[in-house]
């Protein structure tokens, strides 16, 4: 991914206090989270969906959160990938504070820095498996030339080199998640977001696609958050957080009080 010196490019702090390697203490991690705390007002009443969360997940390296149904699990992942920014706190990708970007410049910048790969987020059903990939590239203005190699890349990257021209009806279950793994991961993001991307899969299935979209993750250096009720998939990542009520249980790389 290209950036050039019109990209805006407010800071959050670079003092990354978590971080065990060199490499993360001189470069923004893919993602910090820093006493994120969400309110939800309905009439009179209000709901805190996330409570004082601080997290932070550097390249390449994947956390798990989970928790029981409720806990806030999907807030937090859409704050984190600037779906919502009607929090308290601070939410930044790759150095850059969600807040401070908005309408289309938020939009591109979240297509450019975050892959998501959703259950449910269905491909487009008359679109092959390959110009389903190619969207993100269509997008954000990819010539033709490069769309062709980075899709067939893509394709490569999750197995799927000789099925690019199927559409989804004709691919198993497993075989459209690890499309949605290409399509999220096609533009080169510093950050994957994965809200439960197994679970209308059978145990087998969903660990190899868990499998597979941590190693292309890592492959290409992106940091993963990863939604998921299911331990056997937790344990997978690198780190996990428990969600209970907003507030994390067992928090990832929390900054210190000050
Ligand atoms: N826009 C909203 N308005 C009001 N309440 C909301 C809103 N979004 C989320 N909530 C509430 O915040 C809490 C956390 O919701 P969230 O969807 O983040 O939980 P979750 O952990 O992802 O749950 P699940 O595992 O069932 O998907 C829930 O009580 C939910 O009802």
Redesign the pocket.
């Known amino acids: 991914m290209e950036s050039s010196s019109s990209e805006p490019a407010p800071e959050c702090p670079p003092e990354f206090p978590s971080a065990s390697s060199a490499k993360a203490r001189t470069e923004p991690p893919a993602v910090r989270a820093e006493r994120v705390t969400r309110v ?1 007002r ?1 009439g009179r009443r209000e ?1 805190k ?1 996330l409570d004082q969360v601080s997290l932070t997940v550097s390249a390449g390296e994947v956390v798990a959160v989970t ?10 992942l859409h704050i984190l990938g600037g779906l919502d920014t009607g929090y308290q706190g601070r939410a930044c990708v790759a150095g850059t504070d969600w807040q401070t970007l908005h309408g289309s410049e938020r939009a591109r910048f979240r297509r450019r820095t975050c892959g998501f790969v959703v259950q449910g987020l269905a491909l487009l059903p008359q679109a092959t498996a390959a110009e389903n990939i190619e969207v993100p590239l269509l997008l954000d203005g990819v010539a033709p030339g490069a769309r062709r190699t980075r899709v067939a890349e893509a394709l490569a990257l999750v197995g799927l080199e000789d099925q690019g021209a199927k559409l989804p009806d004709q691919l198993s279950g497993g075989q459209q998640q690890r499309v949605a793994i290409a399509r999220a991961l096609v533009n080169g993001p510093a950050l994957i977001l994965a809200d ?1 991307p197994t679970g209308s899969l059978d145990s087998t299935t969903a660990a190899s696609v868990v499998r597979l979209l941590l190693a292309a993750a890592r492959e290409r250096g992106a940091a993963v958050v990863l ?1 998921t ?1 299911d331990p056997q998939v937790a344990r997978h990542a690198d780190a996990s957080a428990r ?1 209970h009520s ?1 507030r994390l249980d067992t928090p990832v790389h929390e900054s210190p009080k000050e």
């Open positions: 939800h309905d709901l969906s928790g029981p149904s409720g806990a806030g699990k999907t807030s937090l439960e939604v009720h969600l907003g």
